[in-house]
């Protein structure tokens, strides 16, 4: 795995403000949903109030990316764009709007991850994902790092509801999904563990949006 020294260049302070402001007190349950953002919609602000829900936690932080490694630059509004509109859509005081790979210096969702973990060693991340990516983090840099280091939960998301359960990474970790019934102990359970959150379907799309609206960024 690729070391960013920038990581360890945040001074506590920094660290605070990166993230508004406020550490994660020990112990907090945070759900981590990684994005592009390009721009947030009305379904990333579903996916984590479902996951607040089901999963118990405490806070969800999205964390703005820079530039998702898999996806094209030409169009990826501005990261301050992305963010602002992040913002103005959650709005809510257990979702936290950060650049925080940005300012770790991270682009590979396990990096973030593994550094996240060192900087805050006793709080309970989960990482949460729509189930297309599940069908795609076969193609993400060590993801079988990420299932190994945290509990993953996974959001239906039409139509990748069949193609989802037949994902390789689905079939590689095969026997720690949790039923859904015992999402709410996926914080708790020591990975690899994953669970199939089923849920009010929405098909919206930052993709969709930004067909309708193609002066996005604006
Ligand atoms: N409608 C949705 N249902 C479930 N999960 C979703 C939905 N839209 C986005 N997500 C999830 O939210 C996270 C961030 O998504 P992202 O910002 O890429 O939005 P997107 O709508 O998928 O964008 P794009 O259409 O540009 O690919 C991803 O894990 C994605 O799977
Ligand atoms: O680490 C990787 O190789 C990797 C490849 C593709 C996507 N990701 C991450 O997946 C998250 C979802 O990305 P997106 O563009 O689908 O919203 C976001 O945090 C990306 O940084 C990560």
Redesign the pocket.
């Known amino acids: 795995m690729t070391h960013h020294p920038t990581a360890w260049r945040l001074t506590p302070r920094q660290l605070a403000e990166a993230l508004g402001g406020r550490l994660p007190p020990p112990g907090a349950r945070i759900g981590l949903?990684g994005?592009?953002?390009?721009p947030a919609?009305e379904?990333?602000r579903e996916?984590s109030m479902a996951a607040l829900r089901r999963l118990g936690l405490d806070e969800v932080w999205w964390l703005v990316s820079p530039q998702n490694p898999l996806k094209p630059q030409q169009g990826m509004a501005q990261l301050a764009r992305r963010r602002a509109s992040a913002e103005r859509k959650a709005s809510h005081p257990a979702i936290r709007v950060t650049t925080l790979e940005s300012q770790l210096g991270t682009i590979y969702t396990a990096e973030t991850l593994a550094v996240l973990k060192a900087l805050f060693p006793r709080v309970r991340f989960v990482w949460l994902?729509?189930a297309?990516?599940l069908c795609q983090i076969d193609r993400w840099q060590d993801w079988e790092a990420i299932f190994q280091s945290l509990p993953v939960a996974v959001?239906d998301?039409p139509p990748y509801s069949i193609r989802a359960t037949l994902a390789k990474a689905a079939q590689r970790f095969a026997k720690f999904r949790l039923p859904e019934k015992s999402a709410g102990l996926l914080v708790t359970t020591q990975p690899p563990a994953w669970v199939y959150v089923h849920g009010r379907k929405?098909?919206?799309?930052?993709?969709r949006i930004r067909a309708i609206h193609p002066d996005w960024p604006g």
């Open positions: 949903l994005g592009s953002f390009n919609h379904a990333h996916l994902m729509g297309d990516n959001f998301r929405n098909p919206l799309s930052a993709t």
